[in-house]
């Protein structure tokens, strides 16, 4: 007997280029090279016309001025069809009053899917999960989050680390635990038992060598 071997998709990997695509939308044919020069949100969700992913799209939808103004676009996807993307848009504003602004791909095919890693078979086979990628300017995987298809993800998380990446490039620093905008940031620790010993002396709010933070 002939064993058939299926062909294994590589899982993306931060801080490597993030898988292409060329794709179907609510807003017209949309590929990864749109988005250059832009920071861009993609999240997967299991179905349309769903109580969870319905939240989601909501908690997406209010705050995608927000992400806006932080030079970052949104796009959504799932395996479900152009059509029933269109339908579910108009069901949330009509039901719900928000407005989704932001394009949706219609992954029948599941091949936006399976390349990033959306479809894991020990929820579901035929359903993305709850997967969110963030992507920089140069076409970069920075963050990749994964939720369970029974429970909705943070928008405000999500929100909070594309901040503080985008802080974290700006400046040459590391962010601490729930970082915020205004707090203060982590100082890269010193290379050289030399710089370690003037570490005290540079101005920072030192606890130790290797831990010191400031404010920006």
């Not at 988005?35 to 992913?53: E, I, K």
């Not at 009053?97 to 936006?112: E, Y």
């Not at 943070?154 to 635990?177: H, K, W, Y």
Request: with cysteine; proline share 7%.
């Amino acid at each position: 007997m002939t064993q058939q071997i299926t062909a294994q998709v590589p899982a993306p990997r931060l801080n490597e280029m993030a898988p292409d695509f060329d794709a179907p939308t609510t807003h017209g044919q949309k590929k990864l090279a749109d988005y250059r020069g832009q920071w861009l949100v993609l999240f997967s969700h299991p179905a349309d016309f769903t109580p969870v992913c319905t939240t989601e799209f909501i908690g997406f939808a209010r705050r995608h001025e927000d992400f806006a103004a932080r030079n970052t676009q949104l796009l959504g996807l799932s395996i479900d069809s152009h059509y029933s993307h269109i339908a579910w848009v108009r069901n949330i504003r009509e039901k719900f009053g928000v407005d989704v602004k932001f394009p949706i791909i219609a992954d029948l095919s599941m091949k936006v899917a399976s390349a990033y890693g959306m479809i894991q078979p020990g929820a579901s086979d035929t359903a993305a999960v709850r997967a969110t990628f963030i992507i920089d300017p140069e076409g970069v995987l920075r963050a990749m989050v994964y939720y369970p298809m029974n429970a909705g993800r943070s928008v405000n998380e999500i929100f909070r680390l594309l901040v503080a990446l985008q802080t974290a490039d700006a400046n040459g620093c590391a962010m601490p635990e729930n970082w915020e905008p205004g707090q203060p940031v982590i100082v890269p620790t010193p290379k050289t038992p030399e710089e370690a010993e003037q570490r005290a002396s540079e101005g920072y709010d030192t606890v130790d060598w290797y831990f010191s933070t400031r404010m920006l």
